[in-house]
C-alpha cells in the first residue's frame, strides 16, 4: 500500500481527479463503458443551455460556441487524439450510424472484389451493420462476410487477419482494440498491408480513442469511427465521432444529408447537393447540440494532458493491476485473457472466470463497478485522469475477501438485463 500513495503522490495527473464527480466510498472500474462525469462537461452543457436561453435562432451563429460550425469545432479538438488534421474529424452520430455511412460510402464492390473482412471477436454492432450493408447490395453476408476466428477465442492473432486478404476483399473492418479481451491491434502494419492488396481499410476505436495515442493521418488509414462517451466521458449516448483521410476529399458520401453540405452553400436551399470538402460532409442531420456539448468540457482537459501522458499511465495501472492479481489471486484460477505486453494492450484488464457474473455482482455489492461480458469476463478499466493507485490496490484487496469468503455465491452466475 505504501508504494501505490508513492505513486499517486507522484503521479503528474492527480489534480485532474478533482475535476471529477467521484464517489469515494467506492471504486469505478468501468471507464471503458461509461465514463464518469467532469465539472468541465457539466458547465459545457449549463453554457450551451444558458446560450439556448438567452440568444434562441440567434445560438446558431453567435456567443462562444455558434451551434452551426460546433460539430467542426469538436471535430479539431479531437484530430490530435487521433494523429489527424482537423478537417478529417468531424463530431456526429453514433458508432453504428456513423458506420453505416462509411458503409456507404467506401464498400463499392466490383468484379470478384465483393467481400468485406471482420474479426469474429468483433462488437456485435459492427457485424450487423456490414451485414445489413452487404444486403443492401444485394450480397448474402454467409458468404460475402469473412470473419477472422480467433486461435483460443480471446486474441486474434494478426497472421489470420493478412492471410484473410486477397483480390476478392473490397474492405477491412477492424477494432482498433478488442472489447473483451483489450488485445490492441498493430494498426499500421495491418493497414499498410491491406493497401498492398488494393483493400480500403476502417477502424473502429471505441475502445482506444482517449486511451491510446494514435496516428491516423499518418498511417494512411482510410476511415475510422469511435464514441465518445467511454475514455472520453462524454455522457451516456454521447454523439460519436469519425475520420476520413483527406486523400478521400471529394468524394460524395454514401448517405447525403442536409447537414453535410458545403457551409456557404448549405442555405441555397437547392435539391442539387454541394457536399463539404471536410469530414463534415459526412453529417447528416443537424447536430445534437446538448448530447454534444458535455464532450466540449471533456475534450478541454485532453488538450491540456495530452495523450502520451495518459498512455503512460494507464500501461503502468493496468500493469500493476495484472501484477497484483497473479501476487494476491493466483489460488482462484482467475485468467489474464488482455495481452500483457505494453505495445498488444488497450486501456483495461480482462479477466476471465467462470463465476464472472456472480463476481461482478458481488463486487458492486462492495462498492466496486466493473463490467461483465459474456461468457466469462470481468473488465477492469483504470482511467489515467481519475483512477488512484490506492483504488486499484483496494480493489484487488476486495476481490480477494469476496473469494476468500464465496460471498460471490449468494448471487446466480446470469448477467444482469443491462451487463
Known sequence: MEKMKKWDSEDD????RNEFYINEN?????GNSLGLLSKRAEQALLDILDSWKNLGIDGWMKGDNPWFYFAESLGGLSA????????????????????????????????????????????????????????LKGYAPAEHLIQVESRDGRVIDEHDILAALNEEVALLILPTVLYR?????????????????????????CHSVGAIPHQFHEWDVDFAYWCNYKYLNSGPGGVGALF??????????????WFGSKKEKQFDMEHHFTPADTSGTYQIGTPHIFSMAPLLGSLRMFEEVGMDRIRKKSLHQTKILMDLIEQELSEYHFVIANPTEDRYRGGHVSLEHPEAARICKS????????????????????????????????MVAILKDIMQDKHYEKFSNEREVVA
Open 244 to 257: 476520413v483521410h483527406e486523400k478521400h476529399n471529394g468524394r460524395t458520401p454514401g448517405l447525403t444529408g
Open 181 to 205: 479481451s483489450g488485445q490492441l491491434l498493430d494498426i499500421q502494419k495491418i493497414t499498410h498491408e491491406a493497401h498492398k492488396h488494393g483493400i480500403l481499410v476502417g477502424w473502429d476505436g
Open 13 to 16: 495527473l492527480k489534480g485532474y
Open 26 to 30: 467506492g471504486i469505478y472500474l468501468d
Open 363 to 394: 463486487l458492486k455489492e462492495h462498492g466496486v463497478v466493473p463490467d461483465f461480458r459474456k461468457p466469462s469476463i470481468i473488465r477492469l478499466a483504470p482511467v489515467a485522469l481519475y483512477t488512484t493507485y490506492e483504488e486499484i490496490y483496494r
Open 80 to 135: 490530435p487524439l487521433v494523429g489527424a488534421k482537423k478537417e478529417e474529424v468531424i463530431v456526429t452520430g453514433s458508432t453504428t450510424g456513423n458506420l453505416h455511412q462509411l458503409l456507404a460510402t467506401f464498400y463499392e464492390p466490383k468484379g470478384r472484389r465483393t467481400k468485406i473482412v471482420a474479426d469474429a471477436l468483433n462488437f456485435p454492432s459492427d457485424i450487423y451493420a456490414i451485414q445489413s450493408m452487404l444486403k
